[in-house]
């Protein structure tokens, strides 16, 4: 499954700051999503697309912010990281409806 | 929006022995089940998934079952491996993808 690439693996940051996760697929699918998940709460959404230039919030936006002027691209920005955004993040693609996703490896964020 | 619940959090089943894994969700719209393999550091891993036309499906040892009307899916697992042992995730949706996924079972299988 090396189409779909998360970086970095590992990121810490400081409160405060602004940080980005980079998520980049090989396969022109049309749909991209953003979870990230605890201990406790599984994987939760934060954003998904559908498409180029078309977002949509998912269960826990807020405190992101996300792009996709590229079909390949999805970078999800934490805009003034806080230590509750301390989590893993794992970006996910699909070709199309009712297709399953391909997940990427993941990025472990500690925020401090 | 859709809740996903997940039963057990926790299970634990000898070699050999048949594991179940349970889910209900909230949102009667929903028509897509998916179930997800984690294994430890690693990525979640579609393995296998089900519409709502669909009232069972099967793939070698692993079986998922959906009940529209109680809206409630299962995922069963048979001959148990310890390879099996990971997180299971079951998740819902009724676009076909943004989904809602449930907490996650911790499957332990003991040789």
């Known amino acids: 499954d090396a189409g779909i690439t998360q970086s970095p693996r590992y990121k810490i940051t400081e409160t405060g700051r602004q940080v980005t996760l980079m998520c980049h697929q090989t396969w022109s699918h049309s749909y991209m999503f953003w979870y990230r998940q605890d201990l406790g709460h599984g994987l939760r959404l934060i954003y998904y697309?559908?498409?180029?230039?078309?977002?949509d919030k998912g269960e826990v936006p807020d405190g992101y912010v996300v792009s996709r002027s590229k079909t390949e691209n999805f970078p999800l920005t934490l805009e003034s990281a806080t230590r509750s955004q301390t989590s893993v993040y794992f970006c996910?693609?699909?070709?199309?409806?009712?297709?399953?996703?391909?997940f990427g490896s993941g990025t472990r964020l500690t925020v401090v | 929006g859709e809740n996903v619940e997940q039963h057990p959090s926790t299970l634990s089943v000898q070699e050999g022995d048949s594991a179940v894994i349970k889910c209900t969700y909230s949102d009667s719209a929903s028509n897509y089940f998916p179930w997800y393999k984690q294994e430890l550091g690693k990525r979640p891993q579609l393995i296998i998934d089900?519409?709502?036309?669909?009232g069972e499906k099967k793939d070698q040892r692993i079986a998922v079952t959906l009940n529209k009307t109680a809206k409630h899916f299962s995922l069963h697992i048979t001959e148990t491996q310890p390879e099996d042992s990971a997180v299971y995730f079951c998740?819902?949706?009724?676009?076909?993808?943004?989904?809602?996924f449930g907490k996650g079972t911790s499957l332990l299988v003991t040789p």
């Open positions: 089900i519409r709502s036309n669909v």
């Open positions: 697309s559908a498409a180029a230039d078309i977002t």
């Open positions: 996910a693609s699909s070709d199309r409806e009712w297709d399953g996703y391909t």
């Open positions: 998740a819902a949706s009724a676009k076909g993808y943004a989904l809602n």
